[in-house]
């Protein structure tokens, strides 16, 4: 009887919750009927056990005797502002955040596959899970995912979509979003962010952004990087770094570089000078052998000092097997302190946000295996583009609200007797409650018994069972 006071409190909790954050969005839609249809929508994306199409979810939720033209509009037409929605999301997320600590992003690009070679912002790209060596081609659309990363707790972080930016390329298909590449749709994300943190009342908040090699190779995105941001990004192995140059001295002009510095993959062969820590990552002990190289100068890149972190390869056994990680190498700016270049944040704090950026590629996962993202048949100049960036919206949402309710850790207790749960909720656990807090029911209901050995009887049994699942369904 507790067990069920308490899963009924959680409902309660989760659905106030979620209704609070889309309520909190109304100021982003220009009129009250979109912003009603904007609700059912939502709801529908629970209720949807097919493809996430409009058509889908609309039948989800029985409107199915009415036009639906005016549904598809909220995608077709300017029925939001979804620089506005976005901006309302980072507000709700800075609430989650002290001010003395950063305040993290991740930044990564992602590709929506579709399979129309007219479709507004479509061009060839290397095929998702095709073997690398025979890789295949595939049209898709480009987008560069923004996130806001949680505060670390035992190991686990969440990325929660702030943004989705499209970032076609010159030759795809013409849409309304301009063609950009994908670092400049970071720098764009980036100043964005910036500027609505400071009129958040965060001027003093720095920012964190975790990027892999394909944002950090390019020398324009560090230059153009707005102020107060920190940028930790992975290297090339051959990265060509500087020393800081000299003190000026003598005629003609000053020296840009110093001397030049090991690449970062000649590091490895160095015995001595190398840290070990353990780094908690998703709830296990990680120990990692590093060595932090610098201030340096990238080539290209004279007005960013810089630090090298490298982080050697470890060695592990998993269930009797022995799992063997490359070594890693990072760039992270440095920030000025009187006269002198410091790393931003202790070493192992960088370390183990680090570790999270992968939490980009779990949100991929989910927001398209999960949540059907991409599978909304718009195909107009501005549908094909804001379709994409409400199923990420949506998707956040979800994700903010557990985050709200349970934490990280603290998730609903599993319904199978067999399983004790991981170390967090998953996705599909936040699913569940929502069906469960919504449909009013139990996460299960014993509605199936074992099959009789009496195999003439057959058809009897399979008739009970059926009339009983459809009963335990009405009530």
């Known amino acids: 009887m507790k067990q069920d006071s308490t899963k009924s409190n959680q409902s309660e909790a989760l659905l106030q919750n979620m209704f609070e954050l889309i309520r909190s969005h109304r100021a982003a839609f220009q009129q009250e009927r979109p912003y009603q249809r904007a609700e059912w929508l939502f709801l529908s994306e629970l209720f949807t056990f097919a493809g996430h199409t409009v058509t889908q979810g609309l039948m989800a939720i029985g409107e199915t005797e009415w036009d639906w033209s005016g549904w598809y509009r909220l995608f077709s037409k300017k029925r939001f502002d979804y620089s506005k929605l976005t901006s309302i999301t980072l507000r709700e997320t800075v609430k989650e955040v002290p001010a ?34 025979k890789p295949g081609l595939a049209r898709a659309q480009r987008f560069v995912h923004l996130s806001w990363l949680t505060p670390v707790q035992a190991g686990y972080s969440r990325a929660i979509p702030l943004q989705m930016i499209a970032a076609f390329p010159e030759k795809a298909v013409a849409a309304e979003e301009k063609k950009r590449k994908d670092w400049e749709a ?46 930790l990004g992975r290297t090339a ?33 160095q015995k001595s000078g190398w840290k070990t820590v353990a780094v908690k990552v998703r709830g296990r002990e990680r120990e990692m052998r590093y060595r932090v190289e610098g201030p340096y100068l990238r080539e290209g890149l004279v007005e960013q000092p810089l630090f090298l972190i490298v982080v050697r390869g470890m ?4 269930n009797g097997r022995r799992i063997k990680r490359d070594p890693v190498f990072y760039l992270v700016s440095a920030i000025q302190v009187a006269e002198s270049w410091v790393l931003p944040l202790p070493e192992e704090e960088l370390l183990a946000w680090a570790w999270q950026r992968w939490e980009l590629e779990v949100a991929h996962r989910e927001m398209k295996s999960g949540l ?20 990420a919206w949506v998707y956040a949402l979800l994700l903010l609200t557990g985050y709200r309710t349970w934490g990280l850790l603290q998730g609903p207790t599993p319904p199978a007797r067999w399983w004790k749960g991981s170390g967090r909720w998953s996705f599909n656990t936040l699913w569940r409650a929502y069906r469960a807090a919504l449909w009013g029911t139990r996460d299960f209901q014993a509605v199936c018994s074992l099959t009789m050995d ?3 009887k057959k058809d009897a049994w399979l008739t009970a069972l059926t009339n009983a699942t459809v009963a335990a369904a009405r009530s």
């Not at 000053?254 to 993959?265: D, I, N, T």
């Not at 060695?315 to 998993?318: A, E, I, L, Q, Y």
Request: glycine share 12%; with cysteine; net charge positive.
């Open 315 to 318: 060695d592990r056994k998993v």
């Open 372 to 391: 059907g993202l991409g599978e909304k048949q718009c195909w107009n100049p501005r549908s094909a583009v804001t379709s994409v960036q409400w199923s």
């Open 100 to 133: 003395e600590q950063p305040y993290v992003v991740g930044i990564d690009g992602m590709l929506v596959p579709r399979s129309s070679q007219k479709m507004p912002g479509t061009s060839w790209w290397k095929a998702l899970g095709s073997a690398p060596f």
């Open 454 to 456: 009496n195999w003439q």
């Open 237 to 269: 192995r051959s990265r060509v770094l500087y020393s800081l140059p000299g003190e000026y001295s003598g005629c003609g002009r000053p020296r840009s570089y110093g001397e030049r510095a090991p690449k970062p993959h000649e590091w490895l062969k």
């Open 186 to 231: 970071g720098i764009e994300g980036l100043t964005w962010v910036r500027k609505e943190l400071d009129a958040a009342g965060r001027e003093g908040q720095w920012v964190l952004a975790l990027v892999d090699g394909g944002f950090e190779r390019v020398a324009a995105f560090w230059r153009q990087l707005p102020e107060r941001t920190i940028l």
